[in-house]
């Protein structure tokens, strides 16, 4: 692992250098909400990803998840902590926590019974630091569905949060909300399936899995990004797309080769973490990531 994050290190030297030249992109601040997993684990089962049968471990988990910390921190990003409810082993996805922009906060109202609790603590975090949080009335699973590209938001249903969300953002935002309806249930939220590779927007601004869309979103998904990267199976094996990007740096899984080669020949850089033990729950590098947009 050293050496990779070497090889990575001395390829970023190598970009600086010629940066004149090639006309690098050009990394944006990011600002994200974590929550360590101190209390993960794998008790129940809300998607295909996770079997209570297969032993968990936390400390492995915590490893883990400190070094997508720490790759934050060396990348320059400023990071929020949200503390960990025990009881709550998924609340580690930040991600689903709410969608925050403009200084608002959308709450989460989750499908599955066993995440619920994790909305009203989200909000309350919001709440505490001066966001103006709106209270969900349908059931929406915040930024694991919501993404935002340019100043559209691009919004996932079919397994979590429903249709009626869109229209909830579209009204609390006044942007226009695009629905992408996801059709693979390994694929179940849409930062799995889809990820936002430069938040400016553009016809390559994302990646993403075709086969984990409906013929219409597909359809939609080519108009609007006609030049996008389209995942490998193998990659969205191991959640590749469950990424984050701040427009130059992409943090993904290690495992998610193909990704890595094609994220370098658009001339990001790449940096991949292994989050394997987070991943029994269904969960990558973006769904330990909530954005916010202060």
Known sequence: MMGHMTVVEDRETLLDVESDVLGERVASPKTVLMCRPEHFTVRYRINPWMEPANPTDTEVALRQWQTLYDTYRRLGYHIELIEPIPGLPDMV??????????????????????????????????????????????????????LKVGETI?????????????????????????????????????????????????????????????????TLLEKRFPDAIHATDADAAVLGLNSFSDGRNVVIAARAETFARDLEARGYVPHGVDLSELLLGGGGVKCCTLELRW
């Open 154 to 218: 691009f919004a996932g249903t079919g397994f979590r949060s429903d249709a009626a969300s869109h229209a909830e953002l579209s009204r609390i935002y006044d942007r226009e909300v695009v629905t992408l309806r996801l059709v693979d249930p390994s694929f179940y939220h849409l930062d799995t399936a889809f990820a936002v590779l430069d938040d400016a927007g553009g016809p390559a601004s994302v990646a993403y899995l075709p086969r984990a869309f409906d013929g219409a979103s597909r």
């Open 93 to 146: 996805y930040a991600a689903n926590g709410g969608f925050v922009l403009d200084g608002v906060a959308y709450g989460a109202r989750f499908h599955y019974a066993e995440r619920g609790p994790e909305g009203p603590a989200y909000a309350m975090w919001f709440a505490e630091r001066g966001l103006e949080v709106v209270d969900p009335v349908s059931v929406n699973e915040g930024e694991g569905d919501f």
